[in-house]
């Protein structure tokens, strides 16, 4: 649970919404990738937790796969989830843009700050999280979580075939460069606005707010806030989870 006990300031409410109707077809078949096991429990419940570990967060809105939202709904009422935090769930599209979308109507509306937070990064520490809303409370209309890259980054030609080599375009300078995470923290009104506006396809929320003009910062980001996409994520997941439960002594 977060240390931050301060009081929201008067007036600040704070909502995440959770896009977690994703088939999580790079992770292999199976259900739905959101409710897949970690560590015993679905990868969405440690995704609530993490966004209601904070003191600041009174709702959660679950953005369900489009024919899985009673599932969901029975999931949140079967696991302990803080008595101070409402939850909502709602059928989610076709695309994450969609399915955010789909969550932000949803939002009742004395909310006024919003995450928006991927289920797939199930293990994003309260930290990250309560250090994205204060960046929101100070005046920012859009904040993301990111760290530096490890590796060199080349921009090529996309191949016309899978495995054809591909010619390289250009090298960005790496030092410039950050690998952005969720939870991204946004003024609401900014958030719908631009959800209402950009019609690109995006890959972030954040890239909507630019798209406005509008500033987005960026605040330090966390190594456990990796996005559980391939199956070699999922097993580095269940190893830093495993470490958590030993380091807590369950
Ligand atoms: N139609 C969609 C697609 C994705 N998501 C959510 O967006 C987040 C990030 O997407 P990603 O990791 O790409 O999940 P999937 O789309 O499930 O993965 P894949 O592309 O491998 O199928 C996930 O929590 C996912 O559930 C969503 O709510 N609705
Ligand atoms: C929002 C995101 O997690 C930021 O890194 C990422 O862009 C989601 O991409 P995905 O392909 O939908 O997983």
């Known amino acids: 649970m977060s ?4 009081p929201s300031p008067a007036g600040t409410r704070t909502a995440a919404v ?24 679905p990868m969405l419940i440690h995704a609530v937790r993490a966004m209601a570990a904070s003191r600041a967060v009174s709702l959660v809105v679950v953005v369900a796969p489009p024919d899985g939202a009673p599932e969901v709904k029975s999931l949140l009422d079967a696991h302990a989830l803080p008595e101070r935090t409402d939850f909502l769930v709602v059928p989610g599209g076709d695309s994450r843009q969609e399915s955010v979308k789909l969550g932000l ?18 293990l994003v520490p309260v930290d990250t999280v309560d250090a994205v809303i204060e960046a929101v409370r100070e005046g920012s209309p859009a904040v993301v979580p990111a760290l530096p890259l490890a590796d060199t980054v080349k921009e090529v030609e996309p191949a016309g075939e899978p495995g054809e080599p591909e010619p390289v375009v250009a090298t960005p300078e790496r030092a410039r460069l950050r690998a952005v995470q969720t939870p991204q923290g946004f003024d609401r009104a900014t958030l719908i606005h631009a959800h209402e506006t ?18 987005v910062v960026v605040v330090p980001g966390h190594e456990e ?7 070699l994520d999922l097993v580095l997941a269940e190893a830093v989870l495993a470490r958590r439960r030993l380091n807590d002594g369950f």
């Open 105 to 122: 109507d949803a939002l009742p509306p004395d909310y006024d700050i919003v995450l928006v937070h991927d289920a797939a990064r199930p």
């Open 3 to 6: 240390d931050d006990s301060r």
């Open 18 to 41: 959770i896009p977690a109707a994703g088939r999580g077809v790079r992770l292999g078949p199976g259900a739905p990738k959101a409710l897949r096991a970690l560590g015993g429990t």
């Open 198 to 215: 950009v019609t690109d396809d995006v890959t972030d929320d954040a890239s909507m707010i630019e798209q406005l003009g509008l500033q």
């Open 225 to 231: 806030a990796f996005k559980v996409t391939r199956p």
